[in-house]
């Protein structure tokens, strides 16, 4: 079994690749027990974000990995092909420690990846799918993701996605204090843009979930209103800027909506920033006048803000990185040699129990006990040098001088000059 990753992300493939592909939540254990049915793969771990879609499993067949992640999803394998990066043994290591360090994200150095890493993990251990090899890849990810977060200006400067969307809607209304504010969604990225809007002071703020609960824990931070995902068709038009991040696998805001609401307006522009994978928004809305529509992949620019300032701590990252591949693939490769070591082992324990049985048997007929020690240790000594003597004597020409040079490395044998 060998470690393998695959994938796509916001570097490899377009928005409306990536959204096809997600996996919610609720739909992750079913989708891992799924994956590690498919024999001969034998563990796995998913890590599905609004930016990337990736695979971590062992397997001897990487091809039947791969193609069940267009099966599971109902895709044409060709259509999702072009776009899939495939990362075998330290190449998915090396993916692993990048990305969690947060060295391939979007946002360079952005934090949140490592939780969604770490929630990944979570799902794959209640899921039953995380076995030796995996458990140990992603405790050495953490580790490294640590590392580089405290030894180096990684994060430093960083403009995150959140931020990005307050620095944009005050691009286009120039003073927010001035707008009424609407988040659909109560999640972690809803939480962060609250804050970076509410530091603001916007003349309203409104929370829309699904269920109030989440909403209303939300709102009492910021003196905001709660209303449900049904309330939107009459509020949205009492709103100037919406930030919308939910795991609804269909668009919350279709185009009639919007349309209507903009009327209402009067053509008073409306600011909306989707950031959920897949899109709340339907695409048909950039159409229309008046509406300003952004999805993640559109904040890129934004976001790549300081980028210069950390390009040092860049190098220092890939060098704690490169180090930790190298340490994890000798872990590897010790696993490795488990199956030959122990093979050896137990032909040892099998020539020690034959000759201990034949010395006993020996020792109950009278046998002088010291005849029956050197008869034993001859007989041990002659089994365990059978094989490299024989091989010796038997190898060819061309292979003599390597095999010679082997048994001297493994005996720790002094050849005579």
């Not at 069940?68 to 495939?86: C, G, I, Q, S, V």
């Not at 204090?177 to 972690?188: H, N």
């Not at 137990?346 to 050197?374: C, F, M, N, S, T």
């Not at 024989?390 to 040079?405: F, P, T």
Request: glycine share 4%; hydrophobic share 40%.
């Amino acid at each position: 079994m060998q470690l393998f990753a695959f994938g796509i992300n916001h570097n490899t493939a377009p928005l409306d690749v990536r959204e096809q592909v997600t996996f919610p939540e609720n739909t992750m254990e079913h989708a891992l027990h799924d994956l590690v049915g498919r024999d001969p793969i034998r563990e796995a771990a998913i890590v599905s974000t609004c930016n990337r879609t990736e695979v971590y499993c062992c397997t001897d067949k990487p091809e039947d990995a791969m193609s069940w992640l267009a099966d599971f999803h109902r895709l044409p394998t060709r259509e999702l092909d072009p776009y899939l990066y495939k990362l075998p043994r330290e190449k998915a290591v090396k993916h692993a420690f990048r990305v969690a360090s947060g060295l391939d994200s979007m946002v360079l150095g952005e934090p949140q990846i490592l939780g969604q890493f770490k929630n990944a993990v979570k799902s794959a251990e209640h899921a039953g799918t995380l076995g030796l090899m995996l458990h140990k890849l992603f405790q050495r990810t953490f580790y490294v993701a640590k590392e580089v977060r405290t030894s180096t200006e990684i994060g430093a400067n960083s403009v995150s996605m959140a931020a990005a969307a307050a620095r944009l809607a005050e691009r286009i209304f120039g003073d927010i204090s001035e707008q009424r504010v609407l988040f659909i969604g109560a999640g972690e990225m809803i939480e962060l843009c609250s804050n970076h809007f509410a530091a603001r002071n916007p003349k309203k703020i409104t929370v829309a979930n699904r269920t109030t609960e989440r909403a209303e824990a939300l709102a009492r931070r910021f003196n905001a209103q709660t209303i449900t995902l049904s309330d939107l068709p009459d509020q949205l038009a009492l709103h100037d800027i919406v930030v919308t991040c939910t795991a609804s696998p269909l668009p919350i805001l279709g185009k009639g909506m919007v349309e209507r609401a903009i009327k209402i307006r009067k053509h008073r522009p409306l600011f909306i920033v989707d950031l959920a994978v897949p899109r709340d928004v339907e695409s048909e809305v950039a159409e229309l006048d008046d509406v300003f529509l952004y999805y993640v992949d559109d904040l890129s620019e934004i976001v790549k803000e300081g980028l210069d300032s950390r390009q040092s701590a860049v190098a220092q990252a890939e060098t704690i990185i490169d180090t930790n591949v190298i340490d994890f693939m000798r872990w590897v490769a010790t696993r490795e040699m488990v199956p030959t070591i122990r093979a050896l082992r137990d032909q040892g324990e099998r020539y020690r129990r034959h000759e201990l049985e034949r010395a006993h048997k020996l020792l109950e007929k009278g046998e002088d006990p010291r005849k029956v020690i050197e008869l034993l240790s001859n007989s041990l000594t002659n089994k365990f040098l059978h094989v490299p003597s024989s091989a010796l004597n038997h190898a060819a020409v061309e292979e003599r001088e390597e095999l010679a040079d082997l048994i001297n490395r493994l005996y720790q044998l002094h050849r005579p000059q």
